[in-house]
């Protein structure tokens, strides 16, 4: 009975402790903050299921929501604001490769994508963007890379999207120029799933 209790407690023990494992899938989600290139702040959110193809290697699915506002000023008297709002919606495949190999709880990490992007981009003048209205998106494909570590099941990371320009229009739908839609990304975030980031041993 203590054997196979002790072996019952050695088991549990390593599979708490084990890395990351070859074939099992994991789901990570991030939250947070935009810049866009001309300037300007946004917020943003990743939802990511992936697989992990080696122990150090994970291939995935990256859906995402970004809103930004550029160059917005807001006027306190008369109540109103002028400027940019953007928001895009991507999905993106991507491969994630981790520098750990079992030996700690720290796994430094570099990664890149490519996928779709739907966009719209509005001139807003004053408090009339709820009049907005025959607004139409484009889409386009873009890469985007990006660096950060995990700790355990949380990450910290930075990337960059390289979305290409598209139409600016304003609240009646008509296109009046171009915006550019690259922006920098930081990110905060966890994952389930895959094992965690740790000693074998």
Partial sequence: MKKLLGLVLALLLTQAAYSQTEGKFRYQMDLGFAAPKDGGIGAMVHLEPQILVLDNLAVGLRMGVTGMAKDVTYYEIPDDYEGELSGNLSVSGTANYYFNYGKGRVAPYIGAGFGYYALSNVDVDGDNIEDAENLEASFA??????????????????????????????????????ATNEYFGFTLGFFVGGGRWGNKY
């Fill in 141 to 178: 494909w873009a890469p985007m890379v990006r660096v950060g570590v995990e700790l355990r099941k949380f990450r910290i990371g930075a990337e960059y999207n390289f979305v290409p320009s598209s139409n600016l229009q304003n609240v009646n739908g008509e296109v009046i120029g171009e």
